[in-house]
């Protein structure tokens, strides 16, 4: 079993439309929670962090850890065309980080 | 600020032939990582430097891979020989330190193709 799993997609939604994007894991050692954005050809960045589980926003982005279920997930509101990326999952205990293989969203106008 | 600068952008080679990507970290980030970004999948780590030591090289594939960090700055990473499961972007990316995974910046990457 990988560490960390995510839905590759793709996943195509219409512009102003909720996205949500969900990671699960195995390891219940993780600690601090992460979603990074990636365009085409570009590193990823980071978005958004969270430590331990519950919910955090940031302008339409919502980050939500479950640790209970080893689930973690980030909404994205009000969704616009530049959204579309690849968003990463990725989690963290002590030095050790650890990616989601990525779900690639398309926003369509 | 300037980002995290890599060279080459894109690189093919023939297996079995040696090639070398470079990483200028932000100025002042003590911690440099190098992670292969296979197509599709996550980035995953290869090699963690603090200032010019080595932290961590547990997936480094020693037999073909080496990496250095001289002067504790710049960075370069090395394949020889290359094997087509090699293909891949390799990412380099810095932070101020280490476990400050809120400041990692993120390199554009080297596509490397070995056909």
């Known amino acids: 079993q990988k560490e960390v799993e995510q839905d590759p997609g793709p996943l195509s939604v219409p512009e102003g439309a909720i996205v949500s994007l969900n990671c699960t894991y195995s390891?219940?050692?993780?600690?601090?929670f992460m979603w990074y954005r990636q365009y085409s050809r570009k590193g990823p960045e980071l978005l958004m962090y969270t430590y331990s589980s519950g919910n955090k926003e940031d302008g339409r982005f919502t980050a939500q850890v479950d640790k209970s279920s080893k689930y973690i997930s980030l909404f994205i509101r009000d969704s616009q065309p530049s959204d579309s990326a690849t968003y990463l999952c990725?989690?963290?205990?002590?030095?050790?980080?650890?990616f989601g293989p990525g779900t690639r969203l398309s926003v369509l106008p | 600020e300037a980002g995290v600068a890599q060279s080459p952008r894109y690189k093919i080679i023939e297996k079995r032939q040696s090639v070398a990507f470079w990483c200028n970290p932000i100025?002042?980030?003590?911690?440099l990582y190098w992670y292969q970004q296979i197509l599709g999948q996550g980035p995953k780590l290869l090699i963690q430097f603090q200032n010019n030591g080595v932290v961590d090289d547990s997936q480094l594939p020693k037999d073909r891979f080496s990496a250095e960090r001289l002067k504790g700055v710049d960075s370069t990473l090395k394949i020889q020989p290359a094997k087509l499961e090699d293909s891949a972007v390799y990412l380099c990316a810095s932070s101020l330190d280490r476990g400050q995974f809120y400041g990692y910046t993120f390199g554009s990457g080297t596509r490397l193709t070995v056909v």
């Open positions: 390891n219940s050692a993780f600690q601090y």
């Open positions: 990725a989690m963290d205990y002590g030095q050790n980080f650890v």
């Open positions: 100025s002042g980030h003590a911690t």
